[in-house]
């Protein structure tokens, strides 16, 4: 089992910043790759961010880009997303999830945190 806890959400002005972490626990060896997604109210969770714990190869969506950054770090067993030039549409409820290959997909991730709230507001 792999425990995963993220925090660093809140609300934050359109243009603005934010930093996520995504702190993981337990069987953590058997996940080699941890992934970033987003689930805005009535809709189905998307990929944002990826990266291989190992190599820290990372993929990004389209959508963020340029704006937001994923990275780790090992002694900490813990995983950021720096959050930059914010949007509206960047409203989420942002989950952590740990897998076994960096992936957009979510049937990739066997483990996931419980989410923590982004809000941009105008």
């Known amino acids: 089992q792999v425990q995963l806890v993220e925090s660093g959400g809140g609300l934050v002005q359109a243009g603005g910043s934010l930093r996520l972490s995504c702190a993981a626990s337990?069987?953590?060896?058997?996940?080699?790759?941890m992934g970033w997604f987003r689930q805005a109210p009535g809709k189905e969770r998307e990929f944002v961010a990826t990266?291989?714990?190992?190599?820290?190869?990372?993929y990004y969506a389209d959508s963020v880009k340029g704006r937001f950054t994923i990275s780790r770090d090992n002694a900490k067993n813990t995983v950021y997303l720096q959050m930059n030039s914010l949007k509206l549409e960047d409203t989420a409820v942002y989950y952590c999830?740990?897998?076994?290959?960096?992936?957009?997909?979510?049937?990739?991730?066997?483990?996931w945190g419980q989410g923590t709230q982004v809000t941009v507001s105008s």
């Open positions: 337990g069987r953590t060896q058997s996940r080699h790759a």
């Open positions: 990266i291989h714990w190992v190599t820290a190869s990372t």
């Open positions: 999830a740990a897998g076994n290959l960096p992936s957009p997909r979510t049937s990739d991730y066997a483990y």
